[in-house]
């Protein structure tokens, strides 16, 4: 992760950016993004946890990480908030990670910043425009179609370090000069932002620049919500729909509870609009609001180059046994009629996937807590591909739920399988494993051009 930003004010049950938790360096090992529960297929909390760290222990451990934390940990969250478990990661151990090891007997995680380095190591937009087989249509679609980024808290940098990042690859300028950038509260206002916030500002360059490469024609909508709840992102997602945006991605989430239902009616039932939701970076185990029923959930993959006809190969993506793309069965959200899998009565994560793994991550630039080229993972990066995706396939119907779209492609040419790979351990094998055809972790596949995206 980068440097940790100042503290934010204290809220019970903040969510937690999902994606640039997963730093790639060479000599760095990561550990310990796991800020949501690993509930396993369908298993929601019932009952209080019973914390076993002593409190100054946590009240360390919160300063060190800066996170917020609180110790109820109740079956259901107060409206408005995610569950007690669901924080945001930004640099050392959390407090919810302490608690974890020492229910399960072992040392915690530690997430260290990295190195911003003078030139991108990552892969930029040749790479997974090539890699997706997006090249032509990246050229030559996008035009007059918004991608909106949801995220929490300001990055006051945002727009010059998209500038950088385009302009080193080569892509047209986006600014807020020409109409092809904007950044507005959740509010709408272009003045009155929240609070900047250097961890989030990370998370809003890497899904800027995401957008930015798999689709460079597209104009770019960054809606800030005041803070990290569902309450504030969620009304984030109505803002970027009523603004105008068909294709949402949103790069955060946490554990589910029982007022995910409410949340999918309040925030995320829009049709004709594709909204793209990281499925976590915590291994096996379901998180919302990748669980909704109304998005399009997004797992991550190892994506290297291969001698073969398509030069580039994916397995599912595990850096360890707590860092890895989410997958699971959802214990609330009910199954959307175009799911089949039978294993699974409920809402079943994922339904397509991209490169997440940061030890074969993308190159992100972000001066607003780090200083320059950094390379990112995590399901992060995928989400705001996905979105590209879609916007490159062109404008979906407005009764549609493109959700539905890659089923309808489902087991073609039109979508790369991904068939090796694990992201845990399950009792329902494509859970967590996976294998030829639909599976947890990687969905239907990776695109291969825009046919699995088209209505």
Known sequence: MRTSPPSSQSTHGRWRRIGTAAVATAALALAGLGTAAQAGAATPVTSKVTAKVSAKTIAAQVAKAHV?????????????????????????????????????????GTIKPNAASATPTGYGPSNIQSA????????????????????????????????????????????????????????????????????????????????????????????????????????????????????????????????????????????????TVSAGDADYGAEYPAASKYVTSVGGTKLSTASNTRGWTETVWKTSSTEGTGSGCSAYDAKPTWQTDTGCTKRMISDVSAVADPATGVSVYDTYGESGWVTYGGTSASSPIIAGVYALAGTPSSSSYPASFPYTKAGTSALNDVTSGNNGTCTTSYYCTAGTGYDGPTGWGTPQGLTAFTG
């Open 68 to 108: 917020s934390y609180t110790n109820q940990c109740d079956a259901t969250p107060a409206k408005g908030f995610a569950s007690c478990n669901a924080l945001r990661v930004t640099g050392g151990t959390t407090a919810f990670q302490e608690e974890q090891a020492a229910r399960k007997g072992t040392a915690p």
């Open 132 to 275: 997706y087989g997006l090249t032509s249509a990246a050229a030559s679609n996008g035009a007059g179609e918004t991608i909106a980024i949801v995220d929490a808290y300001d990055d006051p940098n945002a727009a010059a370090d998209l500038a950088a990042y385009r302009s080193y690859y080569g892509l047209s300028a986006c600014t807020v000069a020409n109409g092809c950038f904007k950044k507005v509260s959740q509010t709408g206002s272009t003045t009155s932002l929240p609070a900047a916030d250097s961890g989030w500002a990370g998370e809003i360059s890497l899904d800027l620049d995401m957008a930015s490469a798999t689709c460079p024609n597209c104009n770019i909508l960054l809606v800030e919500a005041t803070s990290a709840t569902m309450a504030n992102l969620g009304t984030a997602v109505n803002r970027a729909v009523t603004l105008g945006a068909k294709y949402v991605s949103n790069s955060y989430g946490g554990s589910e509870s029982s007022s995910d239902t409410s949340y999918d009616t309040s925030y995320f039932n829009h049709p004709g609009v594709a909204i």
